[in-house]
């Protein structure tokens, strides 16, 4: 886990975030690959786009779904989960990931399924 959390703080270093300057990095890790995003700021605040979404769509545009594990790291005092909307795109392609949420010096690690409780899911689509 610590190597994927060093990849998280390197690619901090590549937020882009002048309006909030709260930079977040994530890495996603599948049964086959390692990707690393960060958040991406915009002037129209909606437009703006989360480190963890930026890297499970570069895993998903590369052809890898399997995600394992979200490393989500911010340089603060005290770990960041991720928002809705991450938590949402994560239960997408795994319900039960493994979540770590890393800063300066600490880490904590939970299960997507407990940040995000009765989850909407593609099998709701279907009656």
């Known amino acids: ?3 994927l959390i060093s990849l998280a703080r390197e690619a901090l270093k590549r937020a882009y975030a002048p309006y ?3 930079k977040v990095a994530a890495v ?3 049964k086959t690959g390692v990707y690393t995003g960060v958040n991406v700021e915009n002037a129209s605040y909606g437009l703006t786009m989360c480190a ?3 890297a499970i769509f570069k895993a998903v545009s590369e052809g890898d779904r399997d995600v394992e594990t979200v490393v989500v790291y911010t340089d603060t005092e005290e770990p960041t989960p991720p928002c809705g909307a991450c938590r ?3 239960a997408e392609f795994n319900k039960d990931a ?3 949420m890393a800063c300066r010096g600490k880490a904590t690690t939970a299960k997507l399924s407990q940040l995000l409780p ?3 899911a593609g099998e709701r ?3």
């Open 28 to 30: 996603v890790k599948t």
């Open 1 to 3: 886990m610590d190597e």
């Open 52 to 54: 963890e979404r930026v």
């Open 125 to 127: 689509l279907r009656s």
């Open 118 to 120: 009765m989850a909407f």
């Open 88 to 90: 949402q795109v994560i």
């Open 98 to 100: 493994t979540i770590v």
């Open 20 to 22: 909030s300057n709260f």
